[in-house]
């Protein structure tokens, strides 16, 4: 007899063997993601993402998103430049996290691509490094 418990780890192992290690990982960098959201962005930019009026600019809707190589630099770098979000200027600088590591960085670009962008599929750690490479600090 299988107990309640079993069951569940079963349909859990039945269900992850029919995920792709693409959704697998999605899935993983999303989770990840979420946490270091929280922990580094939501405070300014709000866990619903529409940020504070007037002061730090919405994630919602934003055309920044879209840019994953500008995101990633914005991310680690920070920014001091004025910006134009949903037709709204927002002029307020965002600090730079220089302790976030690659792998973060990817992490929370999926979070916001999946969540707020029209992205299904995670940020590689590689396309990360690439960006960061390219980009000047601050």
């Not at 270091?36 to 600019?57: E, F, R």
Request: hydrophobic letters at 35%; proline letters at 6%; aromatic letters at 8%.
């Amino acid at each position: 007899m299988i107990r309640p418990a079993g069951a569940l780890l079963v349909l859990g192992l039945l269900n992850n063997a029919c995920q792709s290690s693409q959704e697998l990982k999605s899935e993983q960098y999303f989770a990840e993601g979420y946490q270091l959201y929280t922990t580094y962005c939501s405070n300014c930019h709000q866990t619903d993402g529409k940020g504070m009026s007037g002061l730090y600019p919405p994630l919602v809707g934003s055309g920044q998103l879209t840019a994953k190589s500008r995101l990633a630099c914005i991310i680690k770098n920070g920014m001091s430049d004025t910006i134009m979000v949903n037709g709204k200027e927002f002029s307020r600088p965002m600090p730079p996290n220089p302790k976030l590591k690659d792998l973060e960085i990817a992490e929370i670009v999926t979070y916001l691509n999946m969540k707020w962008g029209k992205d299904s599929v995670f940020t590689s750690i590689e396309f990360v490094e690439k960006s960061l490479k390219d980009c000047a600090p601050n």
